[in-house]
């Protein structure tokens, strides 16, 4: 069975908007792919299913050889402790600091502070944040917040990374050094990284695999 | 802790906002208090003064007074029913005018049921239905002064009643008010939590200890108003109408510590539940 799968998932928001269609695919273990699609394509949907924010209208969804979709609330917090999301929107709290914000998953965790502090300190220097740590979110730039969003995603070694056009607020550099750094993790330490863009050009500079999404059915793939 | 209180150090606003209606809340709580117990005392005094006086017809047998008086005893208005007999009747009105036998003989004194209500303002109902009874030929419980005093007795319970009916929906206004605020402010950083995997408890506990903390200091605030107002106020009232009925400060500190501290805790714990419950619902 793969890492993650979908099986004719359709999702329909009130009052009757078909956000996914009967979306089937499957991604392996360590496996880098692309979700590419426009705006409104439904791949943040499509995130938010496998994250349980959302329930699908019709279909399965299995992660790591269990069916998510029907998962009781309860569980819930515990699949998403598993995962790494960058969220599009960001899901950022203005007066927490940098630190903070990256101690929270390990928190969750129940990792012990000292080596929650190291962990953190390993990813701020990895994103070069270092010296924003005690930086409330508020004060940090765009692309800041979006380092901060990928470092919290990282920083607990989650073996799913979902990310949500994560080079929105990037510059052409910085963007490069994001995906060189998701691209390693999915290769080094064969973690799984679902990368959501509407970013043509993306694709074209990272030889993955990439579903092709538009108006919430699966219109192909590229290997 | 630490996460309580660096939470607290970053919204202090929010914090001494919601202390402040806690004891807000506290202090209606306490004056609600005071006159329910201030009217419970006067009551209580009342209800012995005034007696439902029905004279038997001379024509009733003593078995069937007897029986009259259980069933009257078995109504759930009545307090007190005492049967008293004709010569006991003749007992209390020469030593209450201080005659002798010989100056009243001739005269006949009817026996008669004294029947104290448990509460005051049930004397008219019971005397009514007393009345329709057919056994006694007159059944009295004062004049019009005792009409107009039940009249004010029952205007003052409407009016105590209003009085908590206030403080009640004012209690759930600071509980929405509190919610809604810290929904808005809070609401972030519990939907934070809960998108990066925590359970509900871990991001409850927080702001659990929060509502804690700021309840018990605003019901301890609402005591020591308490304190502060009515150990001074009843030493005035005290000294200015010595006579009157006031209930004991000392009992009345004792009922407002346990009080205080119960509906701070209530309201604090209540708000931030409600909060949290609100911030979940909202992101899932």
């Not at chain 1, 359709?10 to 009757?16: I, T």
């Not at chain 1, 998510?68 to 960001?90: A, E, H, M, N, S």
């Not at chain 2, 970053?10 to 919601?18: A, I, K, N, W």
């Not at chain 2, 209580?44 to 007897?66: G, K, N, P, Q």
Request: aromatic share 10%; glycine share 10%.
């Amino acid at each position: 069975m793969a890492f993650l799968e979908f099986r004719g998932v359709s999702k329909v928001y009130p009052p009757g908007i078909r956000a996914l269609e009967k979306v089937t695919f499957a991604v392996e273990k360590g496996e880098f792919v692309f979700l590419q699609g426009p705006t409104g394509a439904g791949k943040t949907t499509l995130f938010r299913l496998i994250t349980q924010e959302e329930r699908p209208t019709e279909g399965e969804i299995w992660f790591s050889g269990r069916r998510i979709d029907t998962l009781d609330p309860r569980f819930v917090p515990f699949l998403r402790q598993r995962l790494g999301v960058v969220f599009q929107d960001l899901e950022i709290v203005p007066d927490w600091t940098v630190y903070e914000h990256l101690v929270a998953p390990l928190a969750v965790l129940g990792v012990n502070g000292k080596e929650a502090r190291k962990a953190a300190w390993a990813v701020l220097c990895l994103l070069g944040l270092e010296k924003k740590s005690t930086f409330q979110a508020r004060w940090l730039s765009g692309g800041e917040k979006q380092k901060l969003c990928i470092g919290r995603a990282l920083v607990h070694r989650p073996k799913l990374i979902l990310a949500d056009e994560p080079t929105g607020n990037l510059d052409a550099a910085s963007a490069a050094e994001v995906l060189n750094l998701l691209w390693d993790l999915s290769r080094n330490e064969r973690v799984t990284v679902i990368v959501a863009t509407h970013n043509e050009a993306l694709l074209e500079r990272f030889p993955a695999r990439a579903i092709l999404l538009e108006r919430g059915r699966i219109r192909g793939e590229r290997c | 802790m630490g996460r309580v209180s660096r939470y607290m150090l970053r919204r202090p606003g929010l914090f001494v906002l919601s202390t402040l209606s806690v004891l807000l809340v506290g202090v209606l709580v306490n004056a609600a208090v005071f006159g329910y117990l201030e009217a419970v005392r006067l009551r209580e005094h009342w209800r012995e003064r005034f007696t439902i006086r029905a004279i038997f017809r001379e024509d009733v047998r003593r078995e069937f007074m007897e029986q009259i008086r259980e069933e009257v005893a078995r109504h759930p208005l009545v307090g007190q029913v005492v049967l008293v007999s004709p010569e006991e009747a003749r007992a209390r009105f020469l030593e209450r005018l201080g005659l002798s036998e010989g100056e009243v003989a001739g005269v006949s004194f009817p026996a008669s049921l004294e029947v104290v209500p448990r509460h005051v303002e049930d004397l008219p109902e019971i005397a009514a239905i007393l009345r329709e009874e057919g056994t006694f030929v007159e059944v009295f419980y004062g004049g019009k002064e005792v009409e107009g005093f039940l009249r004010l007795f029952r205007l003052l319970l409407k009016a105590l009643s209003g009085f908590l009916l206030g403080v009640l929906g004012f209690g759930v206004f600071v509980i929405v008010v509190t919610t809604a605020l810290t929904v808005q402010l809070r609401g972030r950083e519990v939907e934070v939590l809960s998108l990066v995997g925590a359970p509900s408890a871990f991001s409850l506990a927080p702001f659990l200890f929060e509502g804690l903390f700021g309840g018990l200091l605003g019901g301890a605030g609402a005591y020591l108003l308490g304190l502060a107002f009515f150990v001074p106020f009843f030493r005035l009232v005290g000294e200015a109408f010595p006579g009157f009925l006031w209930v004991n400060v000392e009992e009345l500190l004792v009922v407002f510590f346990p009080l205080d501290l119960g509906v701070g805790c209530g309201v604090g714990v209540l708000g931030v539940l409600l909060g949290h419950w609100r911030a979940r619902r909202r992101r899932p």
